[in-house]
């Protein structure tokens, strides 16, 4: 208390007192001897409501209630507004606090907030401001000012009812995203204290925080809905859920109607959409796993924007449905275009592809080609994710038929010795007619029109494609299981399509003729030496990436092994089998910053893709009924690129390596330093007829060179120069996309 000496007559101070007192019961006031249920609809730092007579310390004879005062009716009509009467205060006294633990505390806190102190002059308002002052200090859950005439002048009496001790803290529901640990956290320097409401929306806004930072971003937090004189408070969360996903189709201006204000209808069916969105009805919308979907749906290729509407449920807060806007994208293309590759020559293109047929997703291809030394068409239907299947599986389907000119069967040598001989043909031609003697042996005379070995192959496949996902869709799996199933018939014939069976190279006469005793040599081209193959096989595989860009990565893994037997389904089908593997590796790096991205100012983020690749390829056959031209070749644009297609070896085995260092040069140039290796392990003569040995292939051989890729809308072109084993001999070499 602060006494004060003077004196205020009673005929002064009436008007102010009334012989009653200012009250103010905030929703959280409660008798001390019983628990009560206050929901509390706004935050606690809100003036408080006018409540009833206070149940605790002395009581006037009638209360002072908070409405306009004085309480009598107003005139009709008056003049001029009075001003309030203003009386001196005596003495200030906090009561109520007499047995707290914390009293001297509280008790600084509600002199704080107060105004009026002894020596002031107060009006009846300003009194009102103090009490609505004291209870917003947050400590207490019941504010009272009872002013009382005294000999010195008015004594204000200030009776108070702090809030409990803070013990525990609950959440409703209790099946909350929020971890029980962060609550703990949260609130751990407050408990064996005082609450205060202030302090306690503060913690609120903290575990709102948290929500947000894990993408919950409708979450809210309310309350205290509850608080129990024992120091349990009750928390409300509404986290926010997905009452359902529509989509809605636009056209390409945003409008979802046309001209005749119809709705827009698309061609996708509406589960396509659905099915790549993870959140469902009855789950807590993420605005992070949202965003993945809508990542997902662009994925798909078919649409080419998507825009995200929350629309809240009528009468049932805290509830959203997730509208999808969708523009598709023309899924059906038809396109053409002439090349040059060494296997074809030049070849003009055509492809024809529908990649939403039926509105169902599933893509519908048809490519035909043809040049100098070959052509190919085929069919392939591809489901990206079999409808209702929760593992996510692919199928793909192909039907195909080609013909042309294996480079197994060729060389770019033009002269070279073999086992002493000397060969002055580079190619193998097909044999027209051969006398055998003795039989089996490929050896005797023959003739031949100079014309190239062709392979015609016709046949179909399927294949299907697992992700190691545990049933979950959504999730990115690292790991995809791969088994496919094929067969097709292999026909050796030249290039007219006329069937062979055997290949000459050698010693051949101007007019064609030739004898195996006088340098010619002749191979089977088929197993067997027939006219037809028949090739029926499955595939087992897994492939395993961590890579950071499927299509430009700087850092990562990814493994790719398999096995393919071949079964026989009679006398000219073979059976054999074929494992091959490899493994890439990226290390991200920053030797060059010759491009600008990779010298960012202040403020810029940086872009500089660069890294140092490595790769190991392998492969082997097993058995003894392999068919030439289903040995391993070793050279090109894809393999060693310093030598020709197949041109550095055919084997039974082979193995690769690469080392690749890539940096970028401008936006759309990037450039490469590389050193390839390869070896069929001394394998050429395992191929029945060992064609790559009679051609003069080393089977083993190095390259190092350096390259330019130009980023263009049809994908990277590659263009590279590259040396045999550091010799002299250069060749340049076009191709479409990285190496690996």
């Given at each position: 208390?602060?006494?004060?000496?003077?004196?205020?007559?009673?005929?002064?101070?009436?008007?102010?007192?009334?012989?009653?007192?200012?009250?103010?019961?905030?929703?959280?006031?409660?008798?001390?001897?019983?628990?009560?249920?206050?929901?509390?609809?706004?935050?606690?730092?809100?003036?408080?409501?006018?409540?009833?007579?206070?149940?605790?310390?002395?009581?006037?004879?009638?209360?002072?209630?908070?409405?306009?005062?004085?309480?009598?009716?107003?005139?009709?009509?008056?003049?001029?507004?009075?001003?309030?009467?203003?009386?001196?205060?005596?003495?200030?006294?906090?009561?109520?606090?007499?047995?707290?633990?914390?009293?001297?505390?509280?008790?600084?806190?509600?002199?704080?907030?107060?105004?009026?102190?002894?020596?002031?002059?107060?009006?009846?308002?300003?009194?009102?401001?103090?009490?609505?002052?004291?209870?917003?200090?947050g400590w207490f859950s019941d504010v009272r000012i009872q002013p009382v005439d005294g000999p010195l002048g008015v004594r204000l009496v200030v009776v108070?009812?702090?809030?409990?001790?803070?013990?525990?803290?609950?959440?409703?529901?209790?099946?909350?995203?929020?971890?029980?640990?962060?609550?703990?956290?949260?609130?751990?320097?407050?408990?064996?204290?005082?609450?205060?409401?202030?302090?306690?929306?503060?913690?609120?806004?903290?575990?709102?925080?948290?929500?947000?930072?894990?993408?919950?971003?409708?979450?809210?937090?309310?309350?205290?809905?509850?608080?129990?004189?024992?120091?349990?408070?009750?928390?409300?969360?509404?986290?926010?859920?997905?009452?359902?996903?529509?989509?809605?189709?636009?056209?390409?201006?945003?409008?979802?109607?046309?001209?005749?204000?119809?709705?827009?209808?698309?061609?996708?069916?509406?589960?396509?959409?659905?099915?790549?969105?993870?959140?469902?009805?009855?789950?807590?919308?993420?605005?992070?796993?949202?965003?993945?979907?809508?990542?997902?749906?662009?994925?798909?290729?078919?649409?080419?924007?998507?825009?995200?509407?929350?629309?809240?449920?009528?009468?049932?807060?805290?509830?959203?449905?997730?509208?999808?806007?969708?523009?598709?994208?023309?899924?059906?293309?038809?396109?053409?275009?002439?090349?040059?590759?060494?296997?074809?020559?030049?070849?003009?293109?055509?492809?024809?592809?529908?990649?939403?047929?039926?509105?169902?997703?599933?893509?519908?291809?048809?490519?035909?080609?043809?040049?100098?030394?070959?052509?190919?068409?085929?069919?392939?239907?591809?489901?990206?994710?079999?409808?209702?299947?929760?593992?996510?599986?692919?199928?793909?389907?192909?039907?195909?038929?080609?013909?042309?000119?294996?480079?197994?069967?060729?060389?770019?040598?033009?002269?070279?010795?073999?086992?002493?001989?000397?060969?002055?043909?580079?190619?193998?031609?097909?044999?027209?007619?051969?006398?055998?003697?003795?039989?089996?042996?490929?050896?005797?005379?023959?003739?031949?029109?100079?014309?190239?070995?062709?392979?015609?192959?016709?046949?179909?496949?399927?294949?299907?494609?697992?992700?190691?996902?545990?049933?979950?869709?959504?999730?990115?799996?690292?790991?995809?299981?791969?088994?496919?199933?094929?067969?097709?018939?292999?026909?050796?014939?030249?290039?007219?399509?006329?069937?062979?069976?055997?290949?000459?190279?050698?010693?051949?006469?101007?007019?064609?003729?030739?004898?195996?005793?006088?340098?010619?040599?002749?191979?089977?081209?088929?197993?067997?030496?027939?006219?037809?193959?028949?090739?029926?096989?499955?595939?087992?595989?897994?492939?395993?990436?961590?890579?950071?860009?499927?299509?430009?990565?700087?850092?990562?893994?990814?493994?790719?092994?398999?096995?393919?037997?071949?079964?026989?389904?009679?006398?000219?089908?073979?059976?054999?089998?074929?494992?091959?593997?490899?493994?890439?590796?990226?290390?991200?790096?920053?030797?060059?910053?010759?491009?600008?991205?990779?010298?960012?100012?202040?403020?810029?983020?940086?872009?500089?893709?660069?890294?140092?690749?490595?790769?190991?390829?392998?492969?082997?056959?097993?058995?003894?009924?392999?068919?030439?031209?289903?040995?391993?070749?070793?050279?090109?644009?894809?393999?060693?690129?310093?030598?020709?297609?197949?041109?550095?070896?055919?084997?039974?085995?082979?193995?690769?390596?690469?080392?690749?260092?890539?940096?970028?040069?401008?936006?759309?140039?990037?450039?490469?330093?590389?050193?390839?290796?390869?070896?069929?392990?001394?394998?050429?003569?395992?191929?029945?007829?060992?064609?790559?040995?009679?051609?003069?292939?080393?089977?083993?051989?190095?390259?190092?060179?350096?390259?330019?890729?130009?980023?263009?809308?049809?994908?990277?072109?590659?263009?590279?120069?590259?040396?045999?084993?550091?010799?002299?001999?250069?060749?340049?070499?076009?191709?479409?996309?990285?190496?690996?």
């Open positions: 208390p602060f006494p004060m000496a003077g004196l205020l007559s009673l005929k002064a101070v009436w008007p102010l007192m009334g012989a009653a007192l200012l009250s103010a019961t905030p929703a959280l006031a409660q008798p001390a001897s019983q628990q009560v249920d206050n929901p509390l609809a706004e935050p606690a730092t809100q003036a408080p409501a006018s409540q009833g007579p206070a149940t605790q310390g002395p009581a006037p004879a009638q209360p002072i209630p908070q409405t306009p005062f004085p309480t009598q009716a107003a005139p009709v009509a008056e003049p001029a507004a009075k001003a309030e009467p203003k009386v001196l205060i005596a003495e200030v006294a906090i009561e109520g606090l007499q047995d707290h633990p914390e009293r001297e505390r509280l008790e600084l806190a509600a002199y704080a907030a107060m105004a009026a102190t002894p020596g002031s002059r107060v009006t009846r308002n300003e009194l009102q401001t103090d009490l609505s002052a004291i209870y917003a200090s108070v009812v702090a809030n409990p001790v803070l013990q525990q803290v609950k959440l409703d529901p209790a099946d909350l995203k929020l971890p029980e640990q962060v609550v703990k956290d949260t609130f751990a320097a407050d408990y064996g204290k005082t609450l205060n409401l202030n302090t306690l929306q503060t913690r609120m806004q903290e575990l709102q925080r948290w929500y947000a930072d894990q993408g919950y971003s409708l979450a809210r937090i309310t309350g205290p809905s509850r608080v129990s004189p024992e120091g349990v408070v009750e928390l409300l969360v509404r986290q926010g859920t997905v009452e359902g996903v529509e989509v809605q189709f636009l056209n390409k201006e945003g409008s979802a109607t046309n001209d005749k204000g119809e709705p827009i209808r698309g061609k996708t069916k509406p589960w396509v959409v659905t099915r790549e969105v993870s959140l469902r009805p009855g789950q807590v919308f993420n605005r992070r796993e949202l965003e993945e979907d809508i990542k997902r749906i662009y994925g798909t290729g078919l649409f080419s924007d998507v825009k995200v509407t929350l629309k809240p449920v009528p009468a049932e807060p805290g509830k959203v449905v997730i509208l999808l806007g969708i523009v598709e994208q023309s899924s059906g293309s038809l396109s053409g275009g002439l090349g040059y590759s060494q296997s074809q020559g030049a070849f003009g293109q055509i492809q024809l592809n529908d990649s939403n047929l039926f509105g169902r997703a599933w893509d519908l291809g048809t490519n035909i080609s043809y040049g100098q030394y070959g052509g190919l068409g085929d069919i392939t239907f591809t489901d990206p994710w079999i409808k209702d299947n929760k593992y996510r599986t692919s199928f793909r389907a192909r039907f195909f038929f080609s013909r042309e000119v294996p480079q197994l069967f060729q060389s770019e040598n033009s002269s070279f010795s073999y086992q002493l001989r000397n060969y002055t043909g580079s190619d193998f031609d097909v044999v027209t007619s051969f006398a055998e003697n003795p039989a089996g042996s490929n050896q005797g005379t023959g003739r031949t029109n100079f014309d190239t070995v062709a392979i015609q192959r016709i046949g179909a496949n399927v294949q299907f494609v697992r992700p190691l996902n545990r049933g979950n869709p959504f999730k990115k799996a690292p790991w995809n299981l791969i088994l496919s199933f094929g067969g097709q018939e292999v026909t050796p014939m030249d290039f007219s399509g006329t069937k062979y069976s055997r290949g000459v190279m050698g010693n051949l006469q101007p007019d064609g003729s030739f004898s195996t005793s006088n340098g010619a040599s002749v191979i089977c081209l088929a197993y067997n030496c027939a006219s037809e193959n028949q090739l029926v096989s499955f595939r087992v595989g897994a492939t395993y990436s961590t890579l950071n860009d499927p299509r430009n990565p700087t850092k990562g893994n990814f493994l790719s092994f398999g096995t393919e037997q071949f079964i026989s389904v009679g006398e000219n089908s073979p059976t054999f089998n074929r494992v091959r593997g490899s493994f890439t590796h990226y290390i991200p790096v920053e030797w060059l910053k010759i491009f600008k991205g990779c010298r960012p100012k202040p403020g810029e983020s940086k872009d500089c893709k660069q890294a140092l690749a490595f790769q190991v390829s392998a492969g082997t056959l097993v058995g003894s009924d392999i068919p030439p031209y289903e040995a391993f070749c070793l050279g090109g644009g894809n393999s060693v690129r310093g030598y020709y297609n197949c041109d550095l070896g055919v084997g039974k085995s082979f193995a690769e390596a690469t080392i690749e260092y890539r940096f970028p040069i401008f936006s759309i140039i990037s450039g490469e330093v590389f050193f390839d290796a390869g070896t069929t392990f001394g394998t050429q003569a395992g191929i029945p007829g060992n064609p790559g040995g009679l051609l003069g292939k080393k089977g083993e051989g190095y390259s190092p060179g350096v390259g330019l890729i130009v980023t263009t809308p049809v994908g990277p072109l590659r263009l590279e120069v590259a040396t045999q084993d550091f010799s002299s001999d250069w060749r340049f070499n076009l191709g479409v996309g990285w190496k690996f």
